[in-house]
């Protein structure tokens, strides 16, 4: 089983900048794609970004469109997203995924999942 680790969150003032990183480890990654979602308290899983490990395509989300960008290494099984001109509320836990057959905005068709990681930020 794929496990998916991220890293990178943390305290930023508004218009500040952050980089989160996830890590995938153990057994066979073959993954079509890989996402970044994220959740505010009291709200919903939002999608953010995708990418497609094939091509590198990506998908972003028109809330972050312009200020965000997601990455990939493929040697090192890595995604990453870039996030400027932060603004509070950007504020929630961001979460990793993969899929094993696209690379949507759809929470249910990714099959493994991170821990999360806290991005709080200020205004």
């Known amino acids: 089983q794929v496990q998916l680790v991220e890293s990178g969150g943390g305290l930023v003032q508004a218009g500040g900048s952050l980089r989160l990183s996830c890590a995938a480890s153990?057994?066979?990654?073959?993954?079509?794609?890989m996402g970044w979602f994220r959740q505010a308290p009291g709200k919903e899983r939002e999608f953010v970004a995708a990418?497609?490990?094939?091509?590198?395509?990506?998908y972003t989300a028109n809330s972050v469109k312009g200020r965000f960008t997601i990455s990939r290494d493929n040697a090192k099984n890595s995604i990453y997203l870039q996030m400027n001109s932060l603004k509070p509320e950007d504020t929630a836990i961001y979460y990793c995924?993969?899929?094993?057959?696209?690379?949507?905005?759809?929470?249910?068709?990714?099959?493994?999942w991170g821990q999360g990681t806290q991005v709080t930020v200020s205004s």
């Open positions: 995924a993969a899929s094993n057959y696209n690379y949507s905005a759809y929470a249910r068709q990714y099959d493994d």
């Open positions: 153990g057994g066979t990654f073959s993954s079509y794609g």
């Open positions: 990418i497609r490990w094939r091509d590198g395509n990506t």
